[in-house]
């Protein structure tokens, strides 16, 4: 069964830090796609990005940045030189192309950045 | 572009009673997904149409769940004899195809009393 796993419940920094939220996933499908969603506190869920299996390369996009690693099957997500406006909770995702295609969502990470 | 519309956003209701909930998924997209979210958890998946069709439903509670999408566009989530622990805001995403990326509307908070 799959599973996706955010210890990190709260994270509060200073504005401009740059901060890390990680991201552990279990899947037995060979194929499968990670996502990030941001949820701020108007609640809409905001799609950040999906990254294939077979496409490890890190991506960056303005502050945003993100590192997969097969290997330990990680997809963390780096915000650099955070932003009030970055305050949200942030879900890491899972879905699967043989077995679950709906996302399994992990517990998700609250970033509270402070001006 | 429009996004994913959900109606009502709020729905307050009493235990014993039955209710539905409407999802308007972006147009063209042909995969659409019901989820709910408790206060402090993730998004849990209840069920996913692909067209018309219940592709998944694996993560529908009981029988007092039931979802419907007949002409391959709106859903409705339909919940019998709710009951207090129903409470929670369910939430719709639609995709382009069940490999593309969820876009998701803003949910309806439904609260049993």
């Known amino acids: 069964a799959q599973k996706v796993t955010q210890a990190q419940t709260e994270i509060s920094v200073v504005e401009k830090e740059d901060v890390t939220l990680d991201c552990v996933y279990e899947?037995?499908?060979?194929?499968?796609?990670l996502f990030w969603y941001k949820q701020p506190p108007s609640g809409e869920l905001v799609f950040l990005i999906r990254r294939n299996s077979f496409d490890e390369q890190n991506e960056i996009s303005g502050r945003y940045s993100w590192n997969f690693q097969k290997s330990t099957s990680s997809f963390n997500f780096t915000i650099t030189a955070s932003q009030v406006v970055d305050s949200a909770v942030y879900f890491c995702?899972?879905?699967?192309?043989?077995?679950?295609?709906?996302?399994?969502f992990g517990s998700g990470t609250r970033l509270q950045v402070q001006p | 572009g429009a996004g994913v519309s959900q109606t009502p956003s709020n729905k307050v209701t009493e235990k014993g009673k039955y209710v539905e909930l409407r999802c308007d998924p972006i147009?063209?997209?042909?995969?659409l997904y019901w989820y709910r979210q408790s206060l402090g958890q993730g998004p849990e998946f209840l069920i996913y149409f692909q067209g018309t069709g219940a592709a998944d439903d694996s993560g529908l509670p009981n029988d007092r769940f039931f979802a419907v999408r007949p002409e391959g566009s709106v859903s409705t989530l339909k919940i019998q004899r709710t009951e207090r622990g129903d409470s929670a805001v369910y939430l719709c995403a639609s995709s382009l195809n069940f490999q593309g990326e969820q876009y998701f509307g803003p949910g309806t908070r439904l609260t049993v009393t």
């Open positions: 995702a899972l879905s699967e192309r043989g077995g679950r295609r709906a996302l399994t």
């Open positions: 899947t037995r499908d060979t194929t499968y796609y």
């Open positions: 147009s063209g997209h042909t995969a």
